[in-house]
């Protein structure tokens, strides 16, 4: 997704939601500065080597548990999006590519990227601390912004860690896109918050992400390259 695209969408997203568009440019300026800093960044075409055909594109929903004890994943790319990290290290799964705003249990982000994921870290107005306090402590780090892209913080499209996962993959040359774990329901899986040690009834801003994930989503699959397909646990189906 193109900046001339994304526009439109994250100025609907930042009217709706109430965020700050200055506080928003503010964080990926103050991510690309600790990039510099620490000298951990990498680029585009490094993390598209990693990519294959192939990518599943791990969410935190309530299915995703029986995802991964039912299905197999060696065949692609695994991308978990923030909490799912904790998910897949939890069945002995290290994601090639962790997408995270740092909302997720980072001491688990920590011991995937010390395994050797790569992270892409997201920039917005409400994590400038979380940036500053974590970003130093990591390695092989992209950075993203939901505003203008930046010469070393990129913007692929996507608004939540899960859509923006897919949009990522989209970008870096996966030709098959798997969604596990997105469910977009009434039940929040406990992989989402760190606070949450169960699975939870859906809150009003989660309901809204979910709806512009879902949106963004469907914008993907009409307009990518990659083939986008759910994969279902199958005590799920029916």
Do not use: C
Not at 44 to 59: I, N, T, W
Not at 156 to 169: I, K, V, Y
């Amino acid at each position: 997704m193109k900046w001339k695209d994304w526009e439109p969408f994250y100025l609907r997203i930042a009217r709706e939601m109430g965020y700050s568009i200055e506080k928003d440019r503010e964080a990926a300026r103050v991510l690309r500065a600790l990039l510099l800093e620490g000298d951990e960044y990498i680029l585009k075409d490094e993390l598209a080597s990693v990519v294959e055909k192939k990518a599943y594109v791990f969410g935190a929903g309530p299915s995703l548990e029986r995802a991964l004890k039912e299905f197999d994943f060696s065949d692609g790319t695994l991308i978990a999006a923030d909490g799912a990290t904790s998910a897949l290290l939890e069945t002995g799964l290290v994601p090639d590519i962790i997408v995270t705003d740092l909302d997720g249990r980072v001491p688990d982000i920590k011991i995937a990227n010390d395994r050797g994921a790569f992270l892409v870290v997201h920039a917005h107005g409400d994590n400038i601390d979380k940036l500053t306090a974590y970003v130093p402590f990591f390695s092989r780090v992209l950075g993203t912004t939901q505003t203008e892209p930046l010469d070393i913080v990129y913007n692929f499209g996507g608004f939540t860690d899960g859509d923006r996962a897919a949009f990522l993959a989209e970008e870096l040359g996966a030709r098959e896109i798997v969604l596990v774990g997105f469910d977009f329901g009434e039940i929040v899986g406990r992989w989402s918050k760190p606070s949450l040690r169960e699975h939870s009834p859906v809150w009003e801003t989660k309901r809204k992400k979910f709806e512009f994930a879902r949106e963004l989503l469907e914008w993907l699959e009409k307009n990518g390259r990659a083939r986008v397909e759910y994969l279902t646990p199958k005590r799920e189906k029916g």
